[in-house]
C-alpha cells in the first residue's frame, strides 16, 4: 500500500511522534536497489529506526504486521512494544497458481484491483489508488515471496509487548486464527477486536484504534 493509509491514524495521535516510510517499491516510491524479501523490508525498517532517538513501538498492518513481526524476532535494542493490526499470519500462506496467476495479471487494472481489495476498508478506492503506485516487482513479490514467506519458527524470539488487532469485519482473517497462530505464539501478547472495521483498522476506524493504541503506550510507559 502506501505511507498514506496511516494518515488518519497519524491525525488522531497527533501528540504522538509517528513515523510511515514508504517500504522501498511502493507509494510512488523507487526500490534504490532494496530486495523485496521480509528479509530485505526488515533491514530497510530497522535502518530508519536506528536513526530515531527514543524508545520505538512499532505497527505493522497485513503483510506490514509479518515483517514487523521478522523484525521483532531480531530483537533490536530500540523496540519497545510492537502492534499488529490484521497481520499476515507467520506461516506460509500458500494459494494455488490460478489465484496467483490472476492476482499478479491485476497489476496496472484498476478493475481487477478493485476486485482483488473487495471488502478490505469500507472504502476501497485509496487502496486501488495506492495499488496503482507500486513497482510490478514490488507488487508481484509480495504475492509470490512475502506471502508464503514462512517465519513460524523465528516468532518465539520475539519479547517485548505485544498488540494484535482484529477488524470484527475483516474478510482475511479471524480472531480465532490471529488468537492460534499469532498471540499464543508470542508471549506477552493480547488481541482486540475493533468493531466497525474491516481489514484496514486503522482506515475504517482510526479514532477507535487511536484509542487502542494511546491506551496500549500509556501501560507500556508504565
Request: hydrophobic residues 45%; charged residues 15%; glycine residues 8%.
Amino acid at each position: 500500500m502506501s505511507s498514506a493509509t496511516f494518515s488518519s491514524l497519524a491525525d488522531e495521535l497527533s501528540e504522538i511522534s509517528v513515523v510511515a516510510p514508504n517500504l522501498p517499491g511502493f507509494g510512488a516510491t523507487t526500490s534504490d536497489g532494496c530486495g523485496h524479501s521480509l528479509a530485505d523490508y526488515a533491514e530497510y525498517i530497522c535502518e530508519i529506526a536506528d536513526g530515531i532517538d527514543g524508545d520505538v513501538h512499532l505497527v505493522g498492518l497485513s503483510m506490514g504486521g509479518k515483517i514487523a513481526m521478522q523484525v521483532a524476532a531480531s530483537q533490536p535494542t530500540w523496540l519497545r512494544s510492537l502492534i499488529l493490526l490484521a497481520p499476515s499470519y507467520p506461516d506460509a500462506t500458500i494459494v494455488g497458481p490460478d489465484a496467483v496467476a490472476a492476482q499478479l495479471a491485476a497489476y496496472g487494472d484498476p478493475d481487477a484491483l478493485k476486485a482483488l481489495v473487495n471488502g478490505w476498508a469500507n472504502d476501497t478506492s485509496p487502496l486501488v489508488e495506492w495499488a496503482l503506485q507500486a513497482s510490478a516487482d514490488a507488487y508481484g513479490c509480495w504475492l509470490t515471496a512475502g506471502r508464503p514467506a514462512d517465519i513460524s519458527n523465528i516468532v518465539k524470539n520475539i519479547e517485548v509487548p505485544t498488540l494484535v488487532l482484529h477488524g470484527a469485519n475483516d474478510p482475511l482473517r479471524t480472531a480465532a486464527g490471529l488468537m492460534e497462530r499469532v498471540v499464543d505464539r508470542i508471549a506477552c501478547s493480547e488481541l482486540r477486536v475493533v468493531n466497525g472495521a474491516s481489514h484496514c483498522i486503522q482506515m475504517d476506524q482510526p479514532h477507535e484504534t487511536a484509542l487502542v493504541i494511546r491506551e496500549w503506550l500509556g501501560r507500556q510507559r508504565g
